[in-house]
């Protein structure tokens, strides 16, 4: 991958797509915030750009935003997902979609995977079947995305995905996060585990007052 891409970082308001929104700009990447609310998004991108100390980013309503952008990141809650990614179906045919949606509920006894019949990422693939759809960022913690200084070298990103040269390039640019390429961990199917694994690392925030990721060893 040479250089930047224009991502769009649809959900962008929210704490996980701000968070990334800023890592994508910190690392040369030309992004676009979107929302249902453009104005909304463009405050939330003046927050970006005071904390980078330069323009980096703009924000919009999600269509203007997706129709020019290259690649796509979804970081929107389970509820009304099939419904966005539905309204969106147009603009994302043909792009790379990245998919860190993770279908979660919440109870008295805290933080659990929902029972779905398929994955947030595997619903984007079969409502656009045209788009390049990766699943990646489900696991990196949205305060240690903006608080964090620095690269986040103690973790890896998980990308998994059917798209070769798709997956390949959201490897890339999981170095925004990390510093290094993310982890190829297989087909689209198994964001069946990955997006719910991340109840798991809720849960032991919680528990230990902290702020969990996933390093794999033994590469």
């Known amino acids: 991958m040479n250089g930047g891409r224009k991502i769009a970082v649809v959900g962008g308001t929210g704490p996980q797509g701000r968070g990334l929104a800023y890592r994508f700009a910190a690392a040369g990447h030309d992004v676009v915030l979107g929302s249902r609310d453009g104005r909304r998004a463009e405050v939330t991108a003046d ?35 099939s419904e966005l990614v539905s309204s969106l179906g147009e603009h994302l045919a043909g792009r790379v979609v990245i998919s860190c949606v993770n279908p979660l509920g919440f109870d008295a006894a805290g933080p659990y995977g929902l029972t779905v019949k398929e994955s947030a990422a595997e619903e984007v693939q079969r409502l656009v079947p045209t788009a390049r759809v990766i699943g990646a960022f489900h696991h990196v913690a949205a305060l ?76």
């Open 47 to 81: 927050e970006i750009n005071a904390k980078l100390g330069r323009p980096a980013v703009h924000g919009d309503g999600n269509v203007r935003a997706v129709a020019g952008s290259e690649v796509v990141l979804l970081a929107v809650p389970w509820e009304g997902h």
């Open 144 to 219: 240690s995305l903006w608080r964090s200084a620095g690269l986040m070298e103690d973790e890896d990103v998980l990308v998994c995905g059917d798209d070769t040269e798709a997956k390949a390039e959201v490897m890339e640019i999981a170095a925004a996060v990390t510093g290094r390429l993310g982890i190829d961990a297989g087909a689209l199917r198994l964001a069946r585990q990955l997006e719910p694994l991340t109840a798991v690392l809720i849960s032991m925030n919680k528990r230990y007052r902290t702020r969990t990721g996933i390093a794999v060893t033994g590469m």
